[in-house]
């Protein structure tokens, strides 16, 4: 199942045993987490039916007596798991994962790190009753076309001028975008197109100082304005952290050092 599919049916209230939730990309796994928490169970239930775990603080004994009782005055009970890469014998939990619970909600979220499929748990979890989300990091290439689907799920159109300064200065961190955009939902009527204006005014990137204005002025060799911009720079390196600026600035100079090498060839005119 896909990330969007998981959560459909996660708010059509369709759930299965077990969330086995792995990945470099922890955005992803916090949001099913979010989600499985948000309507799973009413929250005069949470109290003595949902548990919420730690994978250095527990082993799997003790786990299967959480995963194994029964829910008290309601439907489901919920175990959420988290840090599970921390645990040592997650994977005596092979056989609980072959035969759960039904009436458990079981959800393993094992961050910035892909679950070895080919141990025998990796292949128990390949059946039918558990949802296996492998979550991935975006290429940076494909932030931008992320971006415009998170607005769009935000009710707000964005300009593609305001995607690009977006992703040039959030980078492929999605908690980090979409916390941004989250504010940009709050402060603007639903259906409004996003612009530049309204990134500089809400995500509080400088209208004459970002990563935009520098390139520019590598562009036209503008020494005093690079020196301007690396003095704000300086001054605000938690708005601008250094290895943003560069990972901007590498991406600059590869389009540039493309772009001489492709000189003269019969592809390119001049």
Known sequence: MTFEEIIRDIQAKRFQPVYFLHGEEPFFIDRVEAEIDAHALPETEKGFNQSV?????????TLLDYLRRYPMMSERQVVILREAQEMKSLSELASYVENPMPTTIFVVCHKHKKFDMRTKMGKVLQNKTTVLLESKKLYDNQVPDWISGYCKSRKLAVEPQAVALLAEYLGSDLSKIANELDKLSLNLPAGTAVNTTHVQEYVGISKDYNVFELQKAFAMRDLPRLARIREHFASNIRR???????SSLYAYFSKVYMLHALKGSPTLKW
Request: charged share 20%; proline share 6%.
């Open 53 to 61: 775990l730690y994978g250095k603080e527990i082993d799997h004994l």
């Open 240 to 246: 601008n952290p250094l290895i943003v600026t560069i």
